[in-house]
């Protein structure tokens, strides 16, 4: 059996009784069917599948009173599917004699009615041989589909899957968030590994130049001779001592004729020291004076 392309209304002859005008659509003539509301003057309804088509073969107008529409074209309208659910209806399937809501119609085909071999598929409400009701409904285009974008909740016929995917206005605010948070998050990981790197290379840098500050302070600090200014001027002991080692040893007279020379004393002195002691060299000329003798 063929597939039904779109969804229309339902058949006028499924309800018990006569059905308002109001709930007619004027382009199929059938029971509305997923109703929407045109955004015209006189808010006009219609089957969506019926508005799509009726659009896609010329401008987009309402098709009772012809005004010119502008995007959106129309809202869906779930409070009048749910008077039309509450519509009585009669099993299509003669000779059963079933009488109920149209919302109880499919349960009762699917799971009640024995009449025939046939039954009625619950999406597209077109007879089905039961054999085939599982293949049929695997590809019905009335079938309705979850939207595969994260966030949205539409459920939408097989058939126009595609154009709502393709119309940005019908997806929720939520969706579009989530696109440009993942933006956001992947800028924040790529600035997150480069300062990653970059505080790798730092971190490296120091630890080079506090193994150099290492190595320099591994040497023997015996070997660097302090300035005079971090040296304290000998006491006036500490010199007395070391003159008279000096004197005792020679090495504080002079060479040809054996006096004390306080040249050569004072030489002695800053070379034993290691700085210069012009500040004391009057309190060297008095030790010398008072240990040589009278």
């Known amino acids: 059996m063929e597939l039904q392309?779109?969804?229309?209304?339902?058949?006028?002859?499924?309800?018990?009784q006569e059905i308002p005008d109001v709930m007619v659509c004027p382009i199929c003539h059938g029971v509305m069917r997923q109703a929407v509301t045109l955004l015209c003057r006189g808010?006009?309804?219609a089957c969506e599948v019926c508005c799509e088509r009726w659009m896609k073969n010329q401008p987009a107008t309402c098709p009772c009173c012809r005004q010119e529409l502008a995007e959106p074209h129309y809202n869906r309208d779930t409070s009048f599917d749910s008077l039309i659910q509450l519509l009585p209806v009669r099993c299509p399937q003669h000779p059963c004699e079933w009488q109920g809501k149209l919302a109880d119609l499919t349960r009762h085909q699917t799971q009640e009615c024995s009449q025939g071999e046939a039954t009625v598929c619950p999406d597209c409400h077109q007879p089905i041989p039961r054999s085939a009701l599982?293949?049929?409904?695997?590809?019905?285009?009335s079938a309705l589909q979850a939207c595969p974008?994260?966030?949205?909740?539409?459920?939408?016929?097989?058939?126009?899957?595609?154009?709502?995917l393709a119309t940005t206005s019908d997806l929720p605010h939520?969706?579009?968030?989530?696109?440009?948070?993942?933006a956001a998050l992947d800028a924040c990981r790529a600035?997150?590994?480069?300062?990653?790197?970059?505080?790798?290379?730092a971190l490296q840098r120091v630890q080079g130049e506090m193994d150099a500050l290492r190595e320099q302070s591994s040497f023997p600090t015996a070997t660097r001779r302090p300035a005079d200014g971090e040296r304290t001027i000998p006491s006036?002991?500490?010199?007395?001592?070391?003159?008279?080692a000096l004197l005792a040893r020679g090495k504080g007279t002079e060479p040809a004729t054996g006096c004390i020379s306080l040249r050569i004393l004072r030489w002695r002195l800053e070379e034993h020291f290691g700085m210069d002691l012009g500040p004391v060299k009057e309190t060297i000329k008095e030790i010398v004076c008072s240990l040589a003798p009278q």
Not at 156 to 164: G, K, S, T
Not at 174 to 182: C, I, V
């Open 149 to 164: 974008v994260p966030g949205c909740d539409a459920q939408v016929a097989r058939c126009r899957l595609e154009d709502h």
């Open 191 to 201: 600035d997150l590994e480069r300062t990653r790197a970059e505080s790798a290379a």
């Open 174 to 182: 939520m969706a579009r968030l989530q696109h440009t948070t993942k």
């Open 5 to 16: 392309r779109e969804q229309e209304g339902f058949p006028r002859g499924l309800f018990v």
């Open 236 to 244: 006036r002991d500490a010199l007395t001592r070391q003159i008279q």
């Open 43 to 45: 808010n006009h309804k």
């Open 134 to 141: 599982d293949a049929h409904r695997a590809q019905c285009p």
